[in-house]
C-alpha cells in the first residue's frame, strides 16, 4: 500500500497567516493527489485534485503543488472559515490511502 | 445539485449485520464510480471500496483488511448504492460517508461526499 505521511499534524497560525502543509507519498504517485478540509462533525470537502487544481467555489488563496512523491497545501491570508482539518490522499493505485491529518488551530 | 444522502446506520451487537443505503441524485448514477469511506470517532479517513460505472460492469475494490466481510453493490433502477457489512466488530465503529468520485486527468477521484452516517458496534 502506498503510504502517506502529511506534517506537521497540528499547527496553530492567526487570521492573515500563510500555512504551509506538506504530504508525502511513499511511492510515485504522478499527480494523482487530492486535499479535503474536514470541520468538526461535518463530512470532507473536495479542495484540489490532481495536485493543484483547484475545485469550483474554493477561495484562491487555497493553492496546492507537487508530483511525484511531495507534495504541499498552501493557505495565504488565512480566514477563520479556514479553522479545519485537512487531508491529502493518492488515487493512483488501490487502496486509496490518505495521510494523517493536518489540524489548523488559531493562535 | 448532487445528493448524497446515507441512511440504515445505528446501533449492532458486535457479529452482527447491518446493510448502509446512499440515495443519489443530481447525476447520472449509473455512469459514475462511488465510494465508501469511513471515519472511526477522533480518527483519519479510512477508504472502505468502490464500485465502478454500469460501463465497467459495476466492478468493485475494497480495502484488504474488510474484503470478504463488506459488499458493494447498486440498485441502478432506484438510484441506491449499498454497503453490506457483515461479521461486524467494535473496530467497525465510525461515520461512514458516501462518495461520488469525479473523473478527471486520467483517474477517478473523491469528489462529493454525503453528510455520513455512524454505525457503532457495541453489546
Known amino acids: 500500500d502506498i503510504q502517506m505521511t502529511q506534517s506537521p499534524s497540528s499547527l496553530s497560525a492567526s487570521v492573515g497567516d500563510r500555512v504551509t502543509i506538506t504530504c508525502r507519498a511513499s511511492?510515485?504517485?504522478?499527480?494523482?493527489l487530492a486535499w479535503f478540509q474536514q470541520k468538526p462533525g461535518k463530512a470532507p470537502k473536495s479542495l484540489i485534485s490532481a495536485a493543484s487544481t483547484l475545485q469550483s467555489g474554493v477561495p484562491s488563496r487555497f493553492s496546492g503543488s507537487g508530483s511525484g512523491t511531495d507534495f504541499t497545501l498552501t493557505i495565504s491570508n488565512l480566514q477563520p472559515d479556514d479553522f479545519a482539518s485537512y487531508y491529502c490522499?493518492?488515487?493512483?493505485?488501490?487502496?486509496?490511502?490518505f495521510g494523517q491529518g493536518t489540524k489548523v488551530e488559531i493562535k | 445539485e448532487v445528493q448524497l444522502v446515507e441512511s440504515g446506520g445505528g446501533l449492532v451487537q458486535p457479529g452482527g449485520s447491518l446493510r448502509l443505503s446512499c440515495a443519489a441524485s443530481g447525476f447520472t448514477f449509473s455512469e459514475d464510480y462511488m465510494d465508501w469511506v469511513r471515519q472511526a470517532p477522533g480518527k483519519g479517513l479510512e477508504w472502505v471500496g468502490r464500485?465502478?460505472?454500469?460501463?465497467?460492469?459495476?466492478?468493485?475494490e475494497y480495502a484488504a483488511s474488510l474484503k470478504g466481510r463488506f459488499t458493494i453493490s447498486r440498485d441502478e433502477s432506484k438510484n441506491l448504492l449499498f454497503l453490506q457489512m457483515n461479521s461486524l466488530k467494535p473496530e467497525d465503529t465510525a461515520v461512514y460517508y458516501c462518495?461520488?468520485?469525479?473523473?478527471?486527468?486520467?483517474?477517478?477521484?473523491?469528489?462529493?461526499w454525503g453528510q455520513g452516517i455512524l454505525v457503532t458496534v457495541s453489546s
Open positions: 490522499q493518492q488515487h493512483s493505485k488501490f487502496p486509496l490511502t
Open positions: 462518495v461520488r468520485a469525479i473523473y478527471y486527468s486520467g483517474k477517478n477521484y473523491l469528489g462529493y
Open positions: 464500485s465502478r460505472s454500469k460501463a465497467k460492469r459495476y466492478s468493485t
Open positions: 511511492q510515485d504517485i504522478s499527480t494523482y
